[in-house]
């Protein structure tokens, strides 16, 4: 009987090292992304507002196309596949709710990105070569100022998502910690 109790506590705490893994993998690419989101944000759009309608049409472009790789892929849906594994993992836990919301934010990023970043993204690369496009200026002006509106939007639902991960972290270690403490202080008497 006390070899049941010892397997079965063992077996628990992998399930808990698992759990904590998942969430921090979770965390991480949420970050990754939330990273992207935030330099486009600071850097990237700022700099094309600086350049002609044409070379900002095809930098967007490029930067579009290229985009469009598994590396980013697998950060971009992995941060949501990730959350909803951690916050089915953490159902039982205190840190359930900031897990499910973490989730529930992330996919408004997603919600956000298909319904309005990647049409706007699939009308610029209809517009064709910017060295053929009659008027840059209302190409460019259709879709640069929604783009980077939406994109400050997906920016702040990320960092959220983000934030939410990093309290159901600190709530599961928090946890975690007590346990341990509690299951030593009781294996001392």
Known sequence: MTQNKA??????RAAGRSAQAVLGAATVANGLVAGVWYAYATS???AL???DDRICIEVMQNINEVIQNPVFFAGFFGALILAAVAAWQQRR???RWWAVAALVLYAAVLLVTTAVNIPLNDELAAAGD???IADPAAVRESFEDPWVAWNV???VLSTAALACLWR???LVRQTSAY????AGSSASR
Do not use: F, K, Y
């Open 153 to 155: 939007v997906r920016l």
């Open 130 to 132: 910017p060295a053929r």
């Open 44 to 46: 990237v759009m700022p």
């Open 179 to 182: 346990l341990v403490s509690a």
């Open 93 to 95: 836990s205190p840190a």
């Open 7 to 12: 397997e079965n506590r063992a077996e628990s």
């Open 49 to 51: 507002a600086r350049s």
């Open 168 to 170: 159901a972290t600190a």
